[in-house]
């Protein structure tokens, strides 16, 4: 088990906004760690879509969005596209043990 | 721009060792402004962290494969590699090199992966 929790799936009919949660604790984002998310495209390599928090990388689409508060960070997509149908991860720092960064179990978005 | 490529052979058979090369190409690995690292991916399952290389050389490893692993660097190739030895069935993965932020430590650069198959 990841120390940050995703649901395993979320859905949403296109044109509908969906939101997708990053639940860690105080040795990760309670700790002042950042949050970033990635989208994996089926068959494809991971791809960063938010970083620290809320910042999207040249070329994603100001439909993806990103916050933190406390000890859970959450992604949000409006005007749910079929292209979006893919896989969601948080990413952080943790603390605990050995230190290191972590990813959370993923996220399977469906376009209905 | 910057891409990462990985490279190694896609079967290895049970106890013997997985060697895996990541070439950067238009950019430098002594770029101090990221580390280098290895990720895995089983079939069907979430992202697992192996490991890191800073621009000096320093490394660090996930506990869990840490005893098994060790990641280098080859300046003159612009590469990093990896090393598992005595691997088992649950080594079976998509290996993907990737690009760090040293300053915000998000993944900003991913290759494209190669899949690894333990089997006799």
């Known amino acids: 088990q990841s120390v940050l929790t995703q649901p395993p799936s979320v859905s949403g009919a296109p044109g509908q906004k969906v939101t997708i949660s990053c639940t860690g604790s105080s040795t990760n984002f309670g700790a002042g760690y950042d949050a970033h998310w990635y989208q994996q495209l089926p068959g494809t390599a991971p791809k960063l879509l938010i970083h620290d928090n809320t910042n999207r990388p040249s070329g994603v689409p100001d439909r993806f969005s990103g916050s933190k508060s406390g000890s859970s960070a959450s992604l949000a997509i409006t005007g749910l596209q079929a292209e979006d149908e893919a896989v969601y991860y948080c990413q952080s720092y943790d603390s605990s043990q050995s230190g290191d960064w972590v990813f959370g179990g993923g996220t399977r978005l469906t376009v209905l | 721009q910057v891409q990462l490529q990985e490279s190694g052979p896609g079967l290895v058979k049970p106890s013997e060792t997985l060697s895996l090369t990541c070439t950067v190409s238009g950019g430098s690995i002594n770029n101090g402004a990221y580390y280098w690292s290895w990720i895995r991916q089983p079939a069907g399952k979430g992202l697992e962290l192996i490991g890191r290389?800073?621009?000096?050389?320093?490394?660090k490893y996930n506990p869990s494969l840490k005893s098994r692993v060790t990641i280098s660097r080859d300046s003159s190739k612009n590469q990093f590699s990896l090393t598992l030895t005595s691997v088992t069935a649950a080594d079976t993965a998509v290996y993907y090199c990737?690009?760090?932020?040293?300053?915000?430590?998000?993944?900003?650069?991913w290759g494209r992966g190669t899949l690894v198959t333990v089997s006799s």
């Open positions: 990737a690009r760090v932020d040293v300053s915000f430590w998000f993944f900003d650069l």
């Open positions: 290389i800073d621009y000096s050389g320093n490394t």
